[in-house]
């Protein structure tokens, strides 16, 4: 890969988020790294000096930990150059891909090298992959590990791709057994199988979707979860929680010493199931998006920390696939790495949240949770990947203009608040005509 036009540049605002404040401050930046937090009026020399306007707020790039690409294998759903240039736009600076619905998923060291070719050469910002636990592949997770995937995902019901079946409970703790003895986190998709009826999906009526995924097998799923982490010591995710009700499951095995964490998203804390209108099949996720009340006590989560992170579940399909106004036939998945920042910032702001809480939440919690040490925070030493970001400003959320592949959005016509007006990535703006310059990460440091 070229190296990068690392830029030498002092950037002035009179709002950074440093640390647990927001602070009027100098972010000095050399060779990609920030190499000082000075005063705002104690300008180091550089060769470029950006001021941000009153209105601007300087923060650290996100980390983006639950992005599905697609590439290779569904590449007209989503791929490297796309999912990027949304991911920047929207001031994330570093995504980690999922190990579905690509073709071959990344289950093996073969299948990951196929990835990483795939998208070589593509991104603008910086990429590491998960790699998959499935039950081809137990007792051999040490070779993709050792190949620097960041963890593993698994399902305990149906993926939705036949290519990425799910872990039986038997399976499961084998598996969070064997990356226990590798020191590896394994993210999971807790839903019940069992538990979700079918014969309810079919029909544009959202409430049937939802009464076919009820609480109750997200509950079940995470209770199986905490078990097995319980016995084996094994470091687990629960990834894109929808159920609030979970929370005090979570909180009071936290509490006991397992070692779980939890994500939510950004469309669990916008959106609410009595909004959803007939046929908006643009709103169908798994699992699904609850009731009013439910999004406020995730949001209350977030706020007491018995929810660690929010990432996008950034999960793409063709227009095609979400034509139908059928929630048993439209593909489950909303496509939203470029809209996290902003969607999750009109809620927070609301809501008495602040943007060292978002940064908390969406930049430095993912980065942490991965072991990305080196960014998701300003601070001396650390990556130089920023935003200039405009909370005050408001827009209309237009799916066409977003670049994302498909123009399919749950937020089309949606007013939020907050704007990203530019990206740095090590100190460079990230900009079309300059080409993709993102990495391809690996556990424990770069390509």
Same mark, same amino acid.
């Given at each position: 890969?070229? +190296?990068?036009?690392?830029?030498?540049? !002092?950037?002035?605002?009179?709002r950074v988020v440093v640390g647990d404040a927001e602070v009027p401050a100098c972010v000095e930046v050399r060779g990609g790294r920030i190499a000082s !937090?000075?005063?705002?009026?104690?300008?180091?020399?550089?060769?470029?000096?950006?001021?941000?306007?009153?209105?601007e707020v300087l923060l650290p790039g996100l980390v983006d930990t639950h992005v599905h690409v697609n590439e290779p294998g569904r590449t007209e759903w989503?791929?490297?150059?796309?999912?990027?240039?949304a991911a920047a736009a929207g001031g994330v600076t570093t995504i980690l891909d999922m190990p579905l619905n690509s073709i071959p998923p990344t289950t093996?060291?073969?299948?990951?090298?196929?990835?990483?070719?795939?998208?070589?050469?593509?991104?603008?910002?910086? &990429?590491?992959?998960?790699?998959?636990?499935?039950?081809?592949?137990?007792?051999?997770?040490?070779?993709?590990?050792?190949?620097?995937?960041?963890?593993?995902?698994?399902?305990?019901?149906?993926?939705?791709?036949?290519?990425?079946?799910?872990?039986?409970?038997?399976?499961?703790?084998?598996?969070?057994?064997?990356?226990?003895?590798?020191?590896?986190?394994?993210?999971?998709?807790?839903?019940?199988?069992?538990?979700?009826?079918?014969?309810? %999906?079919?029909?544009?009526?959202?409430?049937?979707?939802?009464?076919?995924?009820?609480?109750?097998?997200?509950?079940?799923?995470?209770?199986?979860?905490?078990? +097995?982490?319980?016995?084996?010591?094994?470091?687990?995710?629960?990834?894109?929680?929808?159920?609030?009700?979970?929370?005090?499951?979570?909180?009071?095995?936290?509490?006991?010493?397992?070692?779980?964490?939890?994500?939510?998203?950004?469309?669990?804390?916008?959106?609410?199931?009595?909004?959803?209108?007939?046929?908006?099949?643009?709103?169908?996720?798994?699992?699904?998006?609850?009731?009013?009340?439910?999004?406020?006590?995730?949001?209350?989560?977030?706020?007491?920390?018995?929810?660690?992170?929010? !990432?996008?579940?950034?999960?793409?399909?063709?227009?095609?696939?979400?034509?139908?106004?059928?929630?048993?036939?439209?593909?489950?998945?909303?496509?939203?790495?470029?809209?996290?920042?902003?969607?999750?910032?009109?809620?927070?702001?609301?809501?008495?949240?602040?943007?060292?809480?978002? &940064? #908390?939440?969406?930049?430095?919690?993912?980065?942490?949770?991965?072991?990305?040490?080196?960014?998701?925070?300003?601070?001396?030493?650390?990556?130089?990947? %920023? &935003? #200039?970001?405009?909370?005050?400003?408001?827009?209309?959320?237009?799916?066409?203009?977003?670049?994302?592949?498909?123009?399919?959005?749950?937020?089309?016509?949606?007013?939020?608040?907050?704007?990203?007006?530019?990206?740095?990535?090590?100190? !460079?703006? &990230?900009?079309?005509?300059?080409?993709?310059?993102? #990495?391809?990460?690996?556990?424990?440091?770069?390509?």
């Amino acid at each position: 890969m070229a +190296a990068d036009p690392l830029g030498d540049l !002092v950037i002035r605002a009179s709002r950074v988020v440093v640390g647990d404040a927001e602070v009027p401050a100098c972010v000095e930046v050399r060779g990609g790294r920030i190499a000082s !937090v000075t005063a705002y009026d104690r300008v180091p020399s550089a060769p470029t000096v950006v001021t941000l306007g009153e209105d601007e707020v300087l923060l650290p790039g996100l980390v983006d930990t639950h992005v599905h690409v697609n590439e290779p294998g569904r590449t007209e759903w989503e791929g490297f150059a796309s999912a990027t240039r949304a991911a920047a736009a929207g001031g994330v600076t570093t995504i980690l891909d999922m190990p579905l619905n690509s073709i071959p998923p990344t289950t093996t060291v073969e299948a990951l090298e196929v990835k990483r070719a795939a998208a070589e050469g593509q991104c603008f910002v910086d &990429v590491g992959f998960w790699g998959g636990a499935v039950p081809s592949n137990l007792g051999s997770l040490s070779s993709l590990h050792e190949a620097g995937v960041f963890g593993f995902k698994c399902f305990l019901l149906d993926s939705g791709v036949e290519e990425f079946p799910p872990l039986s409970s038997s399976e499961f703790s084998s598996a969070l057994a064997e990356t226990a003895g590798l020191g590896a986190l394994m993210i999971v998709h807790a839903e019940d199988g069992s538990l979700i009826d079918d014969s309810l %999906l079919r029909g544009p009526t959202y409430a049937g979707f939802l009464a076919s995924r009820p609480r109750s097998a997200e509950e079940a799923a995470i209770s199986l979860v905490l078990s +097995a982490a319980r016995a084996t010591g094994g470091r687990a995710h629960v990834v894109h929680l929808s159920d609030a009700d979970a929370v005090p499951l979570l909180r009071e095995a936290r509490s006991s010493g397992v070692p779980v964490t939890v994500e939510t998203c950004p469309h669990y804390l916008t959106f609410d199931a009595e909004s959803v209108p007939d046929g908006a099949t643009e709103m169908k996720c798994c699992p699904p998006i609850r009731e009013a009340a439910n999004r406020e006590a995730l949001w209350a989560a977030l706020a007491s920390g018995d929810i660690d992170v929010v !990432v996008s579940d950034h999960s793409p399909c063709t227009a095609a696939l979400k034509a139908s106004p059928d929630f048993g036939v439209a593909w489950g998945g909303i496509a939203s790495v470029q809209l996290g920042l902003p969607a999750v910032w009109t809620g927070a702001r609301s809501r008495g949240c602040s943007l060292v809480d978002v &940064v #908390r939440w969406m930049a430095s919690g993912p980065a942490a949770l991965v072991g990305l040490s080196d960014r998701g925070s300003i601070a001396v030493g650390m990556q130089a990947d %920023l &935003v #200039r970001f405009a909370p005050d400003a408001s827009f209309t959320v237009s799916a066409a203009a977003l670049r994302h592949r498909n123009a399919v959005s749950a937020y089309d016509g949606m007013p939020l608040v907050g704007e990203v007006r530019e990206t740095w990535l090590r100190g !460079v703006p &990230v900009a079309d005509e300059d080409g993709p310059r993102g #990495r391809l990460l690996v556990r424990g440091g770069d390509s």
